[in-house]
């Protein structure tokens, strides 16, 4: 096919469709391109989400491990007290106490 000769209707009419389809084409990557940056924002929004997120699992798991230590030391003491001869010894006393409803 060939191209219209300048100058002509023909010639002219096909510059204005190109130029409306260019026109068109310069919106679409307007709007394409505002997405974009609309997305970009959006990941860099949860980026600091995560790192949030990450600290505060960072701190759960420090804080576990404290009450985690807490509980080890108390289930040792009391696993001390109830191995002990005072302990042992005082059992019957108890169990007169629970009988007895106190």
């Known amino acids: ?3 219209p000769r300048p100058g002509t209707k023909a010639h002219a009419l096909r510059l204005a469709d190109a130029e409306t389809s260019l026109m068109t084409r310069h919106r679409e990557l307007a709007h394409i391109t ?4 609309d997305k970009e924002a959006e990941v860099e929004a949860q980026a600091l989400r995560i ?3 990450e ?3 960072a ?3 420090q804080a576990l491990g404290r009450a985690q230590g ?3 030391y108390n ?5 001390s007290i109830r191995s002990s001869t ?7 006393v108890r169990k007169l106490g629970q009988l007895l409803g106190r």
């Open 59 to 61: 701190e759960a798991r």
């Open 70 to 72: 807490i509980v080890d």
């Open 55 to 57: 600290a505060e699992l």
């Open 1 to 3: 096919m060939t191209s």
């Open 86 to 92: 005072s302990w042992r010894l005082m059992a019957p």
């Open 75 to 79: 289930l040792a003491e009391l696993q």
């Open 51 to 53: 790192q949030s997120l």
């Open 34 to 37: 505002a997405a974009l940056i």
